[in-house]
Protein backbone atom coordinates (compact mmCIF):
# COMPACT_ATOMS: atom_id res chain seq x y z
CA UNK A 1 0.00 0.00 0.00
CA UNK A 2 0.57 3.62 -0.47
CA UNK A 3 2.31 6.08 2.31
CA UNK A 4 -0.56 8.55 2.72
CA UNK A 5 0.06 11.77 2.86
CA UNK A 6 -0.01 12.60 6.25
CA UNK A 7 2.77 10.37 7.23
CA UNK A 8 4.57 12.53 4.52
CA UNK A 9 4.61 15.08 6.56
CA UNK A 10 7.72 16.13 8.18
CA UNK A 11 6.36 16.18 11.92
CA UNK A 12 9.39 17.36 13.31
CA UNK A 13 9.13 20.89 11.86
CA UNK A 14 5.39 21.22 11.93
CA UNK A 15 4.12 24.00 14.13
CA UNK A 16 1.30 24.72 15.50
CA UNK A 17 -0.88 26.58 13.60
CA UNK A 18 -3.08 26.15 10.64
CA UNK A 19 -2.42 23.97 7.83
CA UNK A 20 -3.79 22.14 4.66
CA UNK A 21 -2.89 18.79 4.96
CA UNK A 22 -4.92 17.56 2.04
CA UNK A 23 -6.72 18.56 -1.06
CA UNK A 24 -9.51 15.71 -2.51
CA UNK A 25 -11.58 15.83 -5.62
CA UNK A 26 -14.42 12.94 -5.80
CA UNK A 27 -17.04 13.06 -8.26
CA UNK A 28 -16.01 16.91 -9.34
CA UNK A 29 -16.14 18.08 -5.66
CA UNK A 30 -13.30 19.39 -3.92
CA UNK A 31 -13.09 18.58 -0.07
CA UNK A 32 -10.26 20.26 1.61
CA UNK A 33 -8.57 19.15 5.24
CA UNK A 34 -7.35 21.30 7.42
CA UNK A 35 -4.72 20.85 10.19
CA UNK A 36 -5.35 22.00 13.23
CA UNK A 37 -2.28 21.93 15.16
CA UNK A 38 -2.70 23.10 18.54
CA UNK A 39 0.76 21.28 20.51
CA UNK A 40 4.51 21.06 18.02
CA UNK A 41 4.54 17.37 17.56
CA UNK A 42 7.03 15.70 19.58
CA UNK A 43 8.73 18.71 21.31
CA UNK A 44 5.66 19.88 23.64
CA UNK A 45 3.54 17.52 25.57
CA UNK A 46 0.36 16.15 24.01
CA UNK A 47 -3.38 16.94 24.98
CA UNK A 48 -5.13 15.01 27.30
CA UNK A 49 -8.12 12.56 25.97
CA UNK A 50 -10.33 14.69 28.21
CA UNK A 51 -9.98 18.10 27.19
CA UNK A 52 -10.10 16.62 23.53
CA UNK A 53 -12.78 15.17 23.64
CA UNK A 54 -14.52 18.34 25.44
CA UNK A 55 -13.33 20.49 22.25
CA UNK A 56 -14.82 17.94 20.24
CA UNK A 57 -17.93 17.88 21.06
CA UNK A 58 -17.57 21.92 21.32
CA UNK A 59 -15.73 22.43 17.77
CA UNK A 60 -18.23 20.09 16.06
CA UNK A 61 -21.13 21.74 17.80
CA UNK A 62 -19.60 25.37 16.43
CA UNK A 63 -18.53 24.44 13.10
CA UNK A 64 -21.51 22.32 11.97
CA UNK A 65 -23.79 25.22 12.89
CA UNK A 66 -21.87 28.17 11.24
CA UNK A 67 -20.20 26.35 8.10
CA UNK A 68 -22.38 24.30 6.21
CA UNK A 69 -19.14 22.89 4.37
CA UNK A 70 -17.94 21.43 7.56
CA UNK A 71 -18.09 17.42 7.05
CA UNK A 72 -15.87 16.56 9.62
CA UNK A 73 -14.17 17.69 12.71
CA UNK A 74 -12.23 15.61 15.19
CA UNK A 75 -9.11 14.83 16.88
CA UNK A 76 -5.65 13.54 15.61
CA UNK A 77 -4.76 10.23 17.52
CA UNK A 78 -1.80 11.20 18.19
CA UNK A 79 -3.39 14.33 20.83
CA UNK A 80 -1.75 17.31 18.89
CA UNK A 81 -4.51 18.59 16.72
CA UNK A 82 -7.92 17.85 15.12
CA UNK A 83 -8.67 17.71 11.61
CA UNK A 84 -11.62 19.54 9.98
CA UNK A 85 -12.29 18.76 6.79
CA UNK A 86 -14.26 21.14 4.73
CA UNK A 87 -16.18 20.85 1.35
CA UNK A 88 -14.55 23.28 -1.04
CA UNK A 89 -11.61 24.58 -2.55
CA UNK A 90 -9.03 26.01 0.12
CA UNK A 91 -9.54 29.23 2.30
CA UNK A 92 -6.61 29.03 5.16
CA UNK A 93 -7.13 32.84 6.19
CA UNK A 94 -10.71 32.01 6.29
CA UNK A 95 -10.36 28.84 8.37
CA UNK A 96 -7.85 30.53 10.87
CA UNK A 97 -10.25 33.32 11.53
CA UNK A 98 -13.06 30.66 12.00
CA UNK A 99 -11.46 28.68 14.20
CA UNK A 100 -10.31 31.35 16.43
CA UNK A 101 -14.25 32.05 16.98
CA UNK A 102 -14.00 28.51 17.51
CA UNK A 103 -11.83 28.92 20.36
CA UNK A 104 -13.79 31.87 21.60
CA UNK A 105 -17.26 30.28 21.73
CA UNK A 106 -15.51 27.34 23.88
CA UNK A 107 -14.48 29.84 25.99
CA UNK A 108 -17.03 31.59 26.77
CA UNK A 109 -19.36 28.48 26.72
CA UNK A 110 -21.74 27.85 30.08
CA UNK A 111 -23.92 24.85 30.94
CA UNK A 112 -23.65 21.14 29.98
CA UNK A 113 -21.05 20.46 26.64
CA UNK A 114 -23.39 19.50 23.78
CA UNK A 115 -23.52 15.46 23.83
CA UNK A 116 -22.95 15.32 27.29
CA UNK A 117 -25.11 12.23 28.24
CA UNK A 118 -25.28 8.63 28.27
CA UNK A 119 -27.67 8.66 25.00
CA UNK A 120 -25.53 10.84 22.97
CA UNK A 121 -21.61 9.68 23.39
CA UNK A 122 -19.79 6.74 23.85
CA UNK A 123 -17.84 7.98 27.12
CA UNK A 124 -19.65 11.10 28.21
CA UNK A 125 -18.25 11.37 31.85
CA UNK A 126 -14.95 12.15 30.14
CA UNK A 127 -15.68 15.41 29.20
CA UNK A 128 -14.90 18.85 31.25
CA UNK A 129 -15.34 22.14 30.11
CA UNK A 130 -12.89 23.86 32.55
CA UNK A 131 -10.29 21.66 31.02
CA UNK A 132 -11.78 22.79 26.88
CA UNK A 133 -11.36 26.44 27.95
CA UNK A 134 -7.68 26.33 29.05
CA UNK A 135 -6.88 24.76 25.84
CA UNK A 136 -8.95 27.14 23.75
CA UNK A 137 -7.61 29.83 25.19
CA UNK A 138 -3.74 28.61 24.34
CA UNK A 139 -5.00 27.71 20.99
CA UNK A 140 -6.04 31.08 20.61
CA UNK A 141 -3.24 32.46 21.45
CA UNK A 142 -1.41 30.84 19.15
CA UNK A 143 -3.66 31.73 16.26
CA UNK A 144 -3.52 35.41 17.18
CA UNK A 145 0.55 35.52 16.68
CA UNK A 146 0.65 33.78 13.37
CA UNK A 147 3.53 35.16 11.77
ZN1 LIG B 1 -18.26 12.08 23.07
Redesign the pocket.
Known sequence: MDKITSFTVNHLTLLPGVHISRIDTQNGFTFTTYDLRVTRPNFEPVMNTTEM?SI??LGATYFRNTLPETMYFGPMGCRTGFYLIVAGEPNKADIIQRMADCCRFIMTFEGKIP?QSAEE????TD?NLEMAKKRAELYLQILENLP
Open positions: HEHGCGNYL
